[in-house]
C-alpha cells in the first residue's frame, strides 16, 4: 500500500525556518517525480515545489522561489522542503504527493501538516 | 504562466442530479488536465487524469473531457458521498475550486 506522511508542521515566527519531511512506502520511491502542494485555511490548492527522480529538476511557484528548498533522500525513502524567510502567508497545511507514471497528475497524496507562521 | 479559470465558484445540486464543473485554461493545453475531489479536513483524491481516464476505483458516474482550452467534469448522477470541493490541476497550476452542496 502506498502510503506518504508528512511531519514538521509547527508554530514559527515571521522570518523563521522549518523543515518538512515526507516518509514514503510502499512504492519504488526513486522512479517517482515528487511535490508539495499547499492549502490555507478555507483556499484552495496551491502547487508549490516538484522535484524529479534524480533530484537535478527542481521547479517552484513563483512566490516560494529563493526560500524554499525541495529535496530527497532515496536512501530513505523521504522528500523533504526547506521553509526559509516564512511569512505569514505561508500558513497552510503542506501536502507532499506523487506523480503517477504516465501521467502528470498526483495520485497519491499524504494526510498533511500544518505550518502556522505567526508572532 | 499558464491560468486555471474554474466554474461555479459553488453548486448546489440534488441527490440523483447530473452536474458539470468547468475549467477553462488561458492557453492550449492540449489534453493535459487533471480533476481531484477533496472532502473536508482530508487529502485530495485524484478522479480524472489526462482529461478523461478514470482513475483506478473511481465510480463511472465521474467522466472528463474537453481539448484545447475547455475542460469539463462530469458527475451523471449525484450520490450523499459527491457533495466534496473540485480542483482542476494543470502541471503547476489548480483552478479555484467548485464546491458542491446539497440542496
Known amino acids: 500500500e502506498v502510503q506518504l506522511v508528512e511531519s514538521g508542521g509547527t508554530l514559527v515566527q515571521p522570518g523563521g525556518s522549518l523543515r518538512l519531511s515526507c516518509a514514503a512506502s510502499g512504492f519504488t520511491f526513486s522512479r517517482y517525480w515528487l511535490s508539495w502542494v499547499r492549502q490555507a485555511p478555507g483556499k484552495g490548492l496551491e502547487w508549490v515545489a516538484q522535484?524529479?527522480?534524480?533530484?537535478?529538476?527542481?521547479y517552484y511557484v513563483d512566490s516560494v522561489k529563493g526560500r524554499f528548498t525541495v529535496s530527497r533522500d532515496d536512501a530513505k525513502n523521504s522528500l523533504y522542503l526547506q521553509l526559509d524567510s516564512l511569512r505569514v502567508g505561508d500558513t497552510a497545511v503542506y501536502y507532499c504527493?506523487?506523480?503517477?507514471?504516465?501521467?502528470?497528475?498526483?495520485?497519491?497524496w499524504g494526510q498533511g501538516t500544518l505550518v502556522t507562521v505567526s508572532s | 504562466d499558464i491560468q486555471m479559470t474554474q466554474s461555479p465558484s459553488s453548486l448546489s445540486a440534488s441527490v440523483g442530479e447530473r452536474v458539470t464543473i468547468t475549467c477553462r485554461a488561458s492557453q492550449n493545453i492540449d489534453n493535459y488536465v487533471n480533476w481531484y475531489q477533496q472532502k473536508p479536513g482530508k487529502a485530495p483524491k485524484i478522479l480524472i487524469y489526462s482529461t478523461s481516464s478514470l482513475q483506478s476505483g473511481v465510480p463511472s458516474r465521474f467522466s472528463g473531457s474537453g481539448s484545447g482550452t475547455d475542460f469539463t467534469l462530469t458527475i451523471s448522477s449525484l450520490q450523499p458521498e459527491d457533495f466534496a470541493s473540485y480542483y482542476c490541476?494543470?502541471?503547476?497550476?489548480f483552478g479555484q475550486g467548485t464546491k458542491l452542496e446539497i440542496k
Open positions: 522535484i524529479n527522480q534524480d533530484g537535478g529538476e527542481k
Open positions: 504527493a506523487r506523480e503517477g507514471r504516465g501521467m502528470t497528475a498526483l495520485d497519491y
Open positions: 490541476q494543470h502541471r503547476g497550476t
